[in-house]
């Protein structure tokens, strides 16, 4: 595809539904490694990552989730951060953009054998990611019919 196909809305949906992948891969990993002994569970944060290159990228800094719409029926609908909380996500060591691979929980209820894994976080994790991977395909695939629609007028 062309650059100029490619907005900065399209971008983020790509890499939500890439760091969504790679949390859904972490919880596989865990859920197969269920009874190694002294396997910590993995986790993946690419929400604070998301949340900064929307703060930034997209809007040059400023405190704007997504650039507001200027005409039409969602003008007045555009979203924007009305406090520093909203949208605050935890600082990743990783200096890549996207998501971050790491150990789980420290904390984490730590059976005999040294293992992390706990199936009911797991699961709930696993549910929860699928909710998001789908919610998020349904906006690209929505993006995407409006293009279409675009280009068939």
């Given at each position: 595809m062309s650059n100029w196909l490619i907005d900065p809305t399209q971008r983020i949906l790509t890499s939500a539904l890439d760091g969504l992948t790679l949390?859904?891969?972490a919880v596989a990993a865990n859920l197969s490694n269920i009874d190694t002994p002294g396997y910590t569970a993995e986790t993946v944060n690419f929400e604070s990552e998301l949340q900064a290159q929307l703060s930034n990228?997209?809007?040059?800094?400023?405190?704007?989730?997504?650039?507001a719409p200027t005409m039409g029926p969602s003008a007045a609908?555009?979203?924007?951060?009305?406090?520093?909380?909203?949208f605050a996500g935890?600082?990743?060591?990783?200096?890549?953009?996207?998501?971050?691979?790491?150990?789980g929980n420290p904390?984490?209820?730590?059976?005999v054998d040294g293992n992390t894994v706990t199936v009911d976080?797991?699961?709930?994790?696993?549910?929860?990611?699928?909710?998001?991977?789908?919610?998020?395909?349904?906006?690209?695939?929505?993006?995407?019919?409006?293009?279409?629609?675009?280009?068939?007028?």
């Open positions: 949390r859904e891969q990228a997209l809007n040059g800094g400023r405190d704007i989730a997504l650039n609908l555009g979203l924007a951060r009305t406090s520093a909380s909203q935890t600082a990743t060591s990783s200096a890549t953009a996207g998501a971050s691979l790491g150990g904390m984490a209820a730590q059976r976080e797991e699961m709930t994790a696993l549910a929860e990611t699928q909710l998001k991977y789908a919610s998020v395909s349904r906006m690209v695939t929505g993006k995407l019919g409006m293009l279409k629609d675009v280009v068939a007028k």
